[in-house]
């Protein structure tokens, strides 16, 4: 059975402090890894796709790398306004396979 | 910049009621899911959609589910008699048909069922 693990399940970051969040996956065979950001009461919001070892994507503060087993969320300086939920999913061998999401990352970036 | 939009962003039911959930989804997507997520949990899967039929669908999605594309751009959700435990954001995402593709999610509907 495909599983998303995510660590740790919540974080408390000063402003300027920076991070990393995990999401190790296994899978009968990966074909895409997704990060969302999540605020309360929303919809997730896509970040990055990561489809291959090595890969790195990196948008404002935020860094998404993946290795064969995991992918980080480097976070650089965070501000309050980065404080969401991070969510992890992925797609497996069958092209337009439903996403399998982790629990998340609940991240509180504190002033 | 194109968003995946729903309605309504709330709807209180009681149990046994039938609800429809909509969705427009981006106007050039040609695969439309659902997925649903209970207070605390994870984001689930629910159903995907393309080519006017389901393509996959997962447990959840039981006989009490529908989904129907019934214009070229709403796409909808129906729970036909709804149980309490129905009570979940419910979000509708599409995406491009290539061959690795993002899906992007709607607001959600949050439903209570009473």
Known sequence: EDQVTQSPEALRLQEGESSSLNCSYTVSGLRGLFWYRQDPGKGPEFLFTLYSAGE???????KATLTKKESF????????EDSATYLCAVRTNSGNTPLV???????SVIA | EPEVTQT???????MGQEVILRCVPISNHL???????????????LVSFYNNEISEKSEIFDDQFSVERPDGSNFTLKIRSTKLEDSAMYFCASSELTEFNEQFFGPGTRLTVL
């Open chain 1, 73 to 80: 969320l480097h976070i650089t300086a965070p501000k309050p």
């Open chain 1, 101 to 107: 999401f982790g629990k998340g990352t609940r991240l």
């Open chain 1, 56 to 62: 790195e994507k990196e948008k404002e503060r935020l």
């Open chain 2, 8 to 14: 309504p962003s709330h709807q209180v039911t009681q």
């Open chain 2, 31 to 45: 695969y439309f899911y659902w997925y649903r997520q209970i207070l605390g949990q994870k984001v689930e899967f």
